[in-house]
């Protein structure tokens, strides 16, 4: 693997894989608006443009690369905020795939790899969710990973472009956001560790498929280097209620806090897991990392950049 451009690779999973390639070997050029993302996060040596992946400048720029792989990971990536502004969230999350897959063609990417959610899929109890489960998202986020699914699927056969979309669930790890915006992982260890509250939405009861960051980068990298083409789930197939996960985090970090709940936000499904089973059929993948093992990689990661 010679070069890898990111879109998005300042940002928490993209930082993982950008520098986790350049620590193979690669040449990494990441692409990202730095809304979201941070330089410090890259090694010395990833080259950075900062730009809107929708701008001219990051079209020239991928060309001027000319990378063998393209992972397109920029996006507004919080389901929250994509309520107080779906059109916003339509424009970064969807409208610039068709000029990034247009280009990708152009230049003969080996592969292209999208970054798609577990939000894309209707309320079910038919947990873990597998690939043909309903698509009925329930945030306008959800429905913009799907348009951008729906456009790679017909990029694919009109331009014949090599390309895999994963659809992630709950990922978690280092360099994850953990402001009140961040993922719920970095938000309680971060809380757990200050002292403060732990504020649950709803009951707690309510469940989500915790996956560790280099887990996700191991699939990334090894659907890169395969001829596997379409859509897959990346996810542990286990359900977690927030209740649990609070109460492991209190655990881990060694801290006895009260949670504090408050009324349930309205968005996001009761149950969430999805299923790896046709990831693992196709590319012998399962997730190395327990939840307990990787939480305890993270708080140690939060701990030493809080102290
Ligand atoms: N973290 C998860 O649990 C999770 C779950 C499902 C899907 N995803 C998807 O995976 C991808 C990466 O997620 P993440 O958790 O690392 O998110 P993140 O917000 O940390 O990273 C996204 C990066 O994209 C950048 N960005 C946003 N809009 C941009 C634009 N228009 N042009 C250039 N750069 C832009 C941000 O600055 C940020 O660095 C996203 O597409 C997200 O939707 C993440």
């Known amino acids: 693997m010679d070069k890898v451009l990111i879109t998005g690779g300042s940002g928490f999973i993209g930082s993982n894989l950008a520098n986790y390639l350049y620590d193979l070997g690669t040449k990494v050029y990441v692409i990202d608006d730095l809304s979201k993302g941070k330089k410090e996060y890259l090694k010395k040596g990833i080259q950075l443009e900062v730009t809107d992946i929708a701008s001219n400048k990051a079209i020239d720029f991928i060309k001027k690369v000319k990378p063998e792989f393209i992972v397109h990971l920029a996006a507004q990536s919080n389901q929250e905020i994509s309520f ?32 798609s959610s577990a939000a894309i899929y209707a309320e079910t109890e038919n947990v873990p969710i597998d690939e043909l489960s309903k698509k009925e998202p329930t945030s306008p986020y959800g429905v913009s990973k799907l348009c951008s699914e729906y456009y790679l699927n017909f990029a694919g056969k009109h331009y014949n472009l090599p390309y895999i979309t994963l659809r992630f669930s709950n990922v978690y790890g280092e360099n994850q956001d953990s402001t009140a915006e961040g993922g719920v992982v970095a938000i309680f260890i971060l809380k757990a560790i200050k002292g403060e509250k732990i504020t649950i939405f709803g009951s ?31 996810g542990t197939s286990r359900e977690t209620s927030i209740n649990t996960l609070s109460n492991l985090i209190l655990k881990i970090t060694n801290k006895k806090l009260s949670v504090q709940y408050e009324k349930n936000r309205n968005f996001g499904v009761k149950r969430n897991a999805l299923s790896n089973q046709k990831i693992y059929r196709h590319l012998n993948w399962k997730p190395k990392i327990s939840l307990e093992t990787g939480l305890n990689l993270t708080a140690n990661f939060f701990k030493v950049r809080s102290s």
């Open 204 to 234: 707690g009861e309510q469940t989500r498929d915790f996956i560790y960051v280099k887990d996700v980068i191991d699939l990334i990298y090894r659907s890169m280097n395969s001829q596997l083409k379409g859509e897959f789930n990346v």
């Open 84 to 115: 107080k502004n779906p059109k916003a969230d339509l424009e970064k999350n969807f409208f610039p795939i068709a000029k990034i897959t247009e280009v990708a063609s152009q230049i003969k990417v080996k592969k292209f790899v999208f970054s």
